[in-house]
């Protein structure tokens, strides 16, 4: 097998897959000596494979993590310093969006190397197009370290810290049906630490939750700060398909969209429905052939494929 010469590489430990435990953070536990993971006293945790509950269990083994807005110098920094950085990532097909561990970076290709769970491989992403998939989530990156070494970067600016520590906390809640709890959260922290693309739309979305009119506000202001931010381009779709404002749904699907064509299959299968109100058949069935194209494994396949035949 071909051996890289890496000017900059982490030498992570391979972990295997497990459905009770988010990957991630099993492999950053172990790169810091950490092999065990056991109960930690509450069913929620043994069951749980969210980032957010890893975290939490990471915690109460005695780490403590960071969660803010980075940026690829920031991501070599952390490299150069030995600790390897968890990023929030577009997803593809029918999840919306997945974690990623950064190992390691090469400057003369200009590619970011990112851990994969098999063993001596890892895979590759242009800088340009990590940072082009990256902003469409914030630049969200995650550093968990042992409590005593948290020293490291507790003091450095790390911009958006507050706000999408919470916001973390507040996607927990809405996961968990809390909406007024989130709500809360979201609105305390917003109000000294605002600049956070991520935290307005996780409110918008929380809004919307509700079919609250503030949802547009918050996703209007998420999009202000961010013009790449996905997710509140959808929330706003979603959010006037739910209120049968199909015009304003469709104009705010096909930005989405724009941003990234490939990210989301089912946002075509809503576009179609919208557009089948507009009367604009030909564009939603070009639309629902796009959504079983990019929706490969879509559990209603057949019932799209008849849609598509009648219209």
């Given at each position: 097998m071909l051996?890289?010469?890496?000017?900059?590489?982490?030498?992570?430990?391979?972990?295997?897959?497990?459905?009770?435990?988010?990957?991630?953070?099993?492999?950053?536990?172990?790169?810091?000596?950490?092999?065990?993971?056991?109960?930690?006293?509450?069913?929620?945790?043994?069951?749980?494979?969210?980032?957010?509950?890893?975290?939490?269990?990471?915690?109460?083994?005695?780490?403590?993590?960071?969660?803010?807005?980075?940026?690829?110098?920031?991501?070599?920094?952390r490299v150069d310093q030995a600790i390897p950085p968890i990023v929030i990532f577009p997803g593809l097909y029918n999840l919306i969006q997945h974690a990623i561990l950064v190992s390691g970076y090469n400057s003369d290709e200009k590619r970011i190397v990112t851990y994969v769970p098999q063993p001596n491989t890892e895979g590759f992403i242009p800088e340009s197009k990590f940072e082009s998939q990256w902003r469409q989530e914030d630049n969200v990156i995650i550093i968990m370290l042992p409590n005593d070494?948290?020293?490291?970067?507790?003091?450095?600016?790390?911009?958006?810290?507050?706000?999408?520590?919470?916001?973390?906390?507040?996607?927990?809640?809405?996961?968990?049906?809390?909406?007024?709890?989130a709500i809360n959260k979201l609105d305390k922290v917003l109000n000294d630490d605002n600049d956070c693309a991520r935290a307005w739309s996780m409110l918008g979305s929380c809004y919307s939750e509700k079919n609250n009119s503030k949802a547009v506000s918050c996703f209007e202001k998420a999009i202000s700060i961010n013009p790449y931010y996905y997710l509140a381009f959808r929330g706003l779709g979603n959010f006037f398909l739910k209120n049968k404002n199909y015009s304003k749904a469709e104009i705010y699907y096909s930005d989405a969209i724009a941003i990234d064509p490939d990210r989301y299959g089912p946002i075509y299968k809503n576009r179609a429905f919208v557009r089948l109100n507009l009367n604009k058949n030909a564009q939603a069935k070009q639309d629902l052939i796009l959504y079983l194209k990019k929706t490969p494994n879509a559990q209603d396949k057949e019932t799209i494929e008849g849609t598509i035949q009648q219209i």
């Open positions: 051996q890289y010469n890496y000017s900059h590489n982490l030498n992570l430990p391979l972990v295997e897959e497990d459905e009770q435990f988010p990957l991630m953070v099993s492999v950053v536990l172990k790169y810091w000596g950490e092999d065990s993971i056991d109960s930690i006293g509450s069913s929620k945790f043994e069951t749980s494979k969210t980032l957010y509950d890893g975290l939490k269990i990471a915690e109460k083994k005695g780490f403590t993590y960071f969660i803010y807005k980075g940026s690829l110098s920031d991501i070599k920094k070494m948290k020293n490291i970067i507790k003091n450095d600016n790390l911009k958006c810290l507050n706000s999408n520590m919470v916001c973390f906390e507040a996607e927990n809640d809405f996961l968990t049906g809390k909406i007024d709890s």
